[in-house]
């Protein structure tokens, strides 16, 4: 007689893919896929945003408890796809919100594979050859930014912050030796522009710093870091007692695309360590998690222009490869292939220039006695993770080997256009006025105003002049306003989906600027959907007293 359980479990065995190849059974497998994808196809319309939008109502959530009984797949599937109901469709061309990509297929397809096989990155044991496209990307990312690939070595974390972590904790082994064993015993600080990821000051926390030891550099108009208060701040630190830990080059801030001067925070480093007898160089990490993409122009023929991109995007993509040519003196940099890599969340890769400072992070195999029996690639020893997934390099590779540098430069180049003729469009109308006009890339910010406002010197007038506070807090909410209309038309299948940063930056005393934030991602947006973002401004300003 059999057992009730082993009917229960022959019945779910129906739910994993089969071990050995099972032609029926493998074509189920593929239907339920191809059936979840199905209903999701059935929530598009003309709108930006899957089936209808619907309010979150966590409290029910809350009291959501596993059942008893199994529920059949497909109606597990049914309630699965359900969640993706109001979800937003990045590559529609009217969601224009924050730097989140379509993924490609094959960048679909990396992510799948691993999902359904599961590759453990800790070792080449439990990753076989998913292991080497953790290689083979680094290798392939290294030599695109100019580092030695030979030398550099790489890992795939869990986001942005993940990459400012690995390079935050090798700069403090490198300051304050053994901390890594016996902790923290000395003053230590990371230093960065006010423009620079939010992230570093969770970082300083997370780690045992303290967020009063990330000590923020204010930034100039162009949103990069003032170097010559980077240098003063950091002498200053010094002649205190503290170490530096770490230094953070943003290049490519994420509400601006603000891109600092790398050389000139090398260079200031380098005699910082001379003049002070320093006994370690302090880490210098390249955020580049945004703009790192853009090192596939460092060959590029900007005066033949052999892609035809248009004047005013070539020259967008000038001023970014200059900074971005840059990436090769850093310590580390940190890559999001999620963000302008065009994969889906999360591959996030931390580029050593030198593999040797990660051993500065690595465990004694005593600690680990039952991993790393065999073979060479072991990047568990020093990965902050143990069970790491190969979804974010198999990704990655996909794309690279999709696209190559034309493609990379093609897309890029498609959305800079686009950002540029919007840029354009909002600089020629008289309500609105873009703020980060000195800055490259497909984000552009911009304010609102009322009919009475002058709009060529008000701009000026608010980030200067004291006696503006109470204007700049009225236009402030004016724009809050303005998109919360936009948003509401959006969710209805009408205009654009835009972001909005409750501070840009602040005023040169102190007070917050509200803006409007267009982040053009996808490669299906053209001239219609850039006109349609101001057709939305001019709708809502109708409504906005």
């Known amino acids: 007689m059999t057992a009730p359980y082993y009917k229960l479990v022959s019945s779910i065995r129906r739910a994993f893919p089969q071990p050995v190849s099972d032609r029926e059974h493998d074509a189920y497998f593929v239907f339920s896929i191809m059936r979840a994808l199905d209903q999701v196809d059935a929530m598009k319309s003309e709108s930006p945003v899957l089936g209808e939008p619907r309010e979150l109502d966590l409290e029910a959530a809350r009291q959501t408890r596993i059942a008893k009984e199994s529920l059949p797949l497909e109606s597990v599937t049914e309630q699965l796809v359900d969640h993706l109901s109001g979800a937003i469709v990045w590559g529609h061309p009217r969601a224009q919100i924050n730097v989140i990509p379509p993924p490609t297929i094959p960048g679909i397809i990396g992510s799948l594979l691993p999902s359904i096989y599961?590759?453990?990155?800790?070792?080449?044991?439990?990753?076989?050859?998913?292991?080497?496209?953790?290689?083979?990307?680094?290798?392939?990312?290294?030599?695109?930014?100019?580092?030695?690939?030979?030398?550099?070595?790489?890992?795939?974390?869990?986001?942005g912050t993940g990459t400012l972590l690995y390079a935050a904790r090798i700069g403090l082994e490198k300051a304050c030796p053994?901390?890594?064993?016996?902790?923290?015993?000395?003053?230590?600080?990371?230093?960065?522009?006010?423009?620079?990821?939010?992230?570093?000051?969770?970082?300083?926390?997370?780690?045992?710093?303290?967020?009063?030891?990330?000590?923020?550099?204010?930034?100039?108009?162009?949103?990069?870091?003032?170097?010559?208060?980077?240098?003063?701040?950091?002498?200053?630190?010094?002649?205190?007692?503290?170490?530096?830990?770490?230094?953070?080059?943003?290049?490519?801030?994420?509400?601006?695309?603000?891109?600092?001067?790398?050389?000139?925070?090398?260079?200031?480093?380098?005699?910082m360590v001379e003049e002070f007898s320093l006994d370690y160089v302090p880490h210098i990490h390249a955020d580049a998690v945004i703009g790192w993409a853009w090192s596939v122009f460092n060959d590029y023929d900007f005066d033949q222009n052999p892609q035809g991109f248009q004047p005013r995007a070539v020259r967008s993509l000038a001023g970014t490869q200059r900074r971005i040519s840059q990436l090769h003196l850093s310590d580390s940099i940190g890559i999001d292939f999620h963000k302008t890599g065009f994969t889906p969340y999360t591959s996030s890769l931390f580029l050593s220039k030198s593999g040797d400072d990660l051993a500065l992070v690595a465990r004694d195999s005593e600690a680990m006695p039952y991993l790393f029996k065999s073979g060479e690639y072991h990047p568990g020893k020093y990965t902050l993770e143990t069970s790491r997934s190969g979804a974010g390099p198999m990704a990655a590779l996909g794309n690279l080997l999709l696209l190559g540098r034309d493609g990379l430069q093609a897309l890029l180049g498609h959305l800079v256009t686009m950002a540029e003729s919007l840029a354009e469009h909002l600089e020629g109308h008289a309500a609105t006025t873009v703020l980060n006009s000195e800055n490259f890339g497909p984000v552009t910010l911009f304010r609102v105003y009322p009919s009475e406002i002058d709009t060529f010197t008000i701009s000026k007038r608010e980030m200067t002049d004291p006696t503006a506070r109470g204007i700049v807090q009225k236009n402030n909410e004016y724009n809050r306003r303005i998109f919360a209309e936009i948003?509401?038309?959006?969710?209805?299948?009408?205009?654009?989906?835009?972001?909005?940063?409750?501070?840009?930056?602040?005023?040169?005393?102190?007070?917050?600027?509200?803006?409007?934030?267009?982040?053009?991602?996808?490669?299906?947006s053209d001239e219609e959907y850039v006109a349609a973002v101001l057709e939305s401004v001019c709708k809502a300003r109708e409504t906005v007293s």
């Open 118 to 159: 599961n590759p453990n990155l800790a070792s080449e044991e439990s990753s076989r050859l998913v292991a080497l496209s953790e290689v083979e990307v680094s290798a392939m990312t290294a030599d695109l930014v100019g580092y030695d690939p030979a030398v550099a070595q790489g890992v795939f974390t869990f986001g």
């Open 178 to 271: 053994g901390s890594m064993k016996s902790g923290i015993r000395e003053p230590a600080v990371i230093v960065a522009s006010k423009c620079a990821h939010h992230a570093c000051r969770t970082i300083a926390g997370w780690m045992g710093l303290g967020e009063d030891s990330f000590i923020e550099v204010p930034s100039s108009p162009a949103n990069e870091v003032q170097t010559y208060l980077l240098e003063s701040i950091c002498r200053d630190a010094l002649k205190s007692g503290q170490k530096i830990a770490m230094i953070v080059a943003t290049m490519g801030t994420t509400d601006a695309f603000g891109l600092d001067d790398l050389a000139r925070i090398c260079d200031i480093r380098d005699r």
């Open 487 to 524: 948003q509401a038309e959006a969710l209805q299948g009408r205009g654009v989906i835009l972001s909005l940063t409750d501070c840009y930056r602040k005023t040169d005393y102190g007070e917050p600027v509200v803006a409007l934030k267009s982040y053009i991602m996808s490669p299906f």
